[in-house]
């Protein structure tokens, strides 16, 4: 013990900030922290007692910024370690090099009238030589004019600027792989086989040795989801209540939901790391932004801000745009060319991919469910195919498949056919032609027949639903409608649509971000009514604290076995839209079964959604592993196996939640029992995870237990949304009594489910 004086000590000393630039203790890497306590053994009140923790076997102690420290984390798992990382970064200086060298040779160095023979000079007889048509270098550099200097002087600075952040990442990077080996004890090489929970398990383990939190003993899996998705939560949490206009109106076409990459990345520029954004650091919002009465003043700022990045944005608009051009001409011309109907294939949107994401879900985690509903959602929109479509496609693909092959027999007969004028051209425009049209025929057409019509429409549709989570209510019963398909197009739309949106970027940018001005006031009001400080986590969306009775929705919960509902003071502005609070807290259950809320209002959430599950299915509808099996495997829903069966099945055997009835254990002693939960979990809720098919094969190893349960829990949430929202609105069924009541009829008999009911 050491005395010191009470103006010895510093404010950073008191708050145990005394952090390096790795993030490390300031002393001495193996040593912990200094923590201060007064002495009230000593007569002098004055003095002051430092007591210094005990060494720990890591330097990881008392991280100052633990939301960048978390997300390096993060990013080192998901890149594949240290030496991908450094590769990564290296071959993008080397690639950003090579298309300005590129770009400078094609304009000032190939003399291109003597390449198409233009020039009355060349000898058309002549066969032509690579030095014939490139200038020599000296001459080559003179016809460079002063105004492509500017250019590339303009891209040499982003390129060093850009050099020197890799060298920052490289330094950390290095730091984080010492703490996988050290710290967690997994090598580089484990990264390829080993999950993220067993990632957030080992480092919770390593809090009680190193104390990577100042403030916690103890540390969970949504602290570390908080830390790393502090601004993506809020992202979210604004695209779900509309408060960005992410949209724009294509004249004669309609309006079009719009997020490109630069988009992105400006309007997070904006709202969360420019120097004047409304955060003091990465975890702390500035004070004036919780202050009501400075509303008016913050607004006008920000849409001068808002205002002058519009115009940066115009302003480098062509030098953005050529520079789109280039990288998607690079990345996309030997795919076009190899590949043409790579471009009629569909993936998720900038846009899906925000307003389909939970609140406190992962990068990889949003990709693996999208990925599962890629197949279902490509199938969706296949049996739209227009019969006349259908049909014109078909000539077209035999006009252009007879031309193409006698061309190319002629070509492997004599190599001299190609030498013929326009020859490599015809055959290049019929294969891109070919592959086009073979793309505007539906995949069950190709394969010879398929059932269709608004069954094999609403079929699918709930196949999608089951992995994407989130679709409109209102889509149920009309999915086999051209309406949804149009709009459900805009989330899951063509590569060239997204290509083309990308390129356009550049000059949609300004336009959007001058339309997001007159929701200045809207946003500083946002920040003030749902930021949250949590104690050793800093200020958080509150939407992303999963809170129920803040945020939940009453027609997308249930009662309890004593018939009550998590109730609370919320309104229509407070409420997450479209079940998004209920669903993502759901899902983050479903993803980490060890897991304990600290609520009382989602313990009781999720208890009375296992009981609603228990108590909505006939209980002489059993389901054996067999058929789960095979409903599985067909994406949940590609059989005839009515869906209470399912229901019943997991509930008996797989128990989703894994949380005790109410009248078995109590909220208080819930909390002494996380650890047991922790293991049954970890055990038994994985013992009946393999499916077997009557000769003892295992049918489905490769889908997620979680993405099971997410995927039932969903189906079984719309279900009571809208049996809930019918009690509220009769009148949107009068006009389907009868086809509901021929569909209840149905469904009693065994031939259906009565889940999504049609409105």
């Known amino acids: 013990m050491t005395q010191f004086s009470r103006r010895d000590i510093t404010y950073s000393a008191l708050n145990n900030e005394l952090t390096p630039p790795l993030g490390r203790s300031a002393e001495n890497t193996n040593a912990a922290p200094t923590m201060i306590t007064l002495d009230h053994e000593h007569d002098d009140s004055t003095n002051v007692i430092i007591h210094k923790v005990p060494k720990t076997k890591g330097g990881w102690t008392h991280i100052d910024d633990l939301d960048s420290f978390f997300t390096r984390m993060y990013k080192y798992y998901v890149r594949g370690g240290f030496y991908p990382m450094i590769m990564s970064d290296l071959f993008y200086l080397l690639q950003f090099i090579f298309i300005v060298w590129f770009s400078t040779f094609l304009v000032h160095c190939v003399d291109y009238p003597k390449l198409f023979r233009n020039d009355p000079n060349v000898n058309r007889s002549e066969k032509l030589s690579l030095n014939d048509v490139i200038y020599p270098t000296s001459e080559c550099v003179t016809r460079i004019s002063w105004k492509w200097w500017c250019v590339v002087a303009l891209c040499a600075i982003i390129w060093f600027m850009r050099l020197i952040l890799s060298i920052y990442h490289l330094y950390y990077a290095y730091d984080t792989k010492l703490f996988y080996n050290s710290a967690l004890k997994i090598n580089e090489s484990d990264l390829a086989w080993i999950n993220w929970s ?57 309006d079009f939901h719009y997020l490109s990459r630069g988009l992105k990345w400006n309007l997070e520029f904006l709202l969360f790391s420019s120097p004047w954004s409304p955060w003091e650091n990465c975890w702390q919002l500035r004070e004036c932004y919780k202050d009501h009465s400075k509303r008016m003043i913050l607004a006008r700022q920000l849409e001068r801000q808002i205002l002058l990045l519009a115009f940066v944005n115009l302003l480098l608009a062509p030098l953005i745009q050529a520079w789109q051009i280039l990288y998607f001409f690079f990345n996309y011309a030997e795919l076009i060319k190899r590949s043409p109907a790579s471009l009629g294939l569909r993936t998720w949107s900038l846009y899906a991919r925000v307003t389909l994401r939970h609140f406190n879900e992962l990068e990889h985690e949003l990709r ?392």
């Not at 602290?223 to 408060?243: E, G, S």
């Not at 994406?635 to 894994?658: D, K, M």
């Not at 009693?748 to 999504?756: F, K």
């Open 198 to 254: 067993t990632v957030q398990d080992r480092v919770r383990e390593a809090q009680p040795e190193h104390h990577i939190c100042v403030h916690k003993q103890e540390i969970n899996e949504l602290d570390i989801y908080h830390r790393i998705l502090r601004f993506n939560n809020y992202m979210v949490a604004m695209v779900n209540k509309n408060l960005l206009p992410l949209q724009i109106h294509v004249p004669c076409v309609g």
């Open 368 to 759: 693996d469910r999208l990925n599962r509903a890629h197949k279902p959602a490509t199938k969706y929109l296949a049996s739209f195919s227009s019969p006349i479509t259908t049909v014109i496609a078909k000539n077209i693909v035999f006009l252009s498949a007879s031309v193409l092959g006698v061309l190319v027999v002629l070509s492997v007969y004599d190599e001299d056919v190609l030498t013929v004028e326009h020859v490599l051209t015809i055959i290049t425009i019929l294969g891109c032609v070919l592959a086009g049209a073979r793309g505007l025929i539906g995949e069950e057409e190709r394969l010879g027949g398929g059932c269709t019509g608004p069954a094999r429409g609403e079929e699918l549709f709930v196949q999608v639903l089951g992995h994407v989570h989130y679709l409109p209510a209102a889509w149920r019963g009309r999915a086999h409608t051209k309406d949804v398909a149009a709009h459900f197009q805009q989330l899951f739309q063509f590569r060239a649509v997204y290509i083309l949106f990308e390129v356009l970027s550049p000059l949609l940018c300004p336009l959007v971000l001058l339309s997001l001005r007159s929701r200045a006031l809207d946003i500083v009001d946002f920040y003030r009514n749902f930021t949250v400080s949590v104690l050793g986590i800093g200020d958080v969306c509150s939407f992303a604290q999963l809170d129920i009775r803040r945020h939940g929705h009453p027609d997308w919960q249930t009662a309890g076995k004593y018939g009550d509902k998590p109730t609370g003071s919320n309104t229509q502005y407070n409420q997450g839209e479209g079940g998004k609070t209920e669903l993502s807290l759901v899902a983050f259950s479903c993803r980490h079964p060890g897991w304990q809320p600290t609520e009382p209002a989602q313990r009781q959430f999720l208890r009375s959604l296992r009981q609603s599950m228990h108590h909505a299915i006939p209980t002489n509808n059993g389901l054996n592993k067999t058929m789960l099996g095979s409903y599985i495997q067909q994406s949940i829903f590609g059989t005839n196996t009515p869906l209470p069966a399912v229901l019943s099945y997991y509930q008996q055997q797989r128990n989703p939640y894994r949380l005790p009835d109410m009248d078995e254990t109590s909220d208080e002693e819930e909390g002494t029992s996380e650890t047991a939960s922790r293991n049954a979990s970890g055990v038994s809720g994985r013992a009946n995870s393999a499916v077997f098919n009557p000769s003892g094969l295992v049918l489905d190893p490769t889908t997620p237990d979680d993405a099971r349960d997410m995927s039932v829990s969903t189906l079984h949430l719309y279900d009571l949304h809208l049996s809930q929202a019918g009690q509220n609105v009769s009148a949107c069924c009068t006009n389907n009594c009868s086809e509901r009541n021929r569909s209840e009829k149905r469904w009693a008999s065994g031939e259906e489910t009565p889940l999504l009911h049609r409105p």
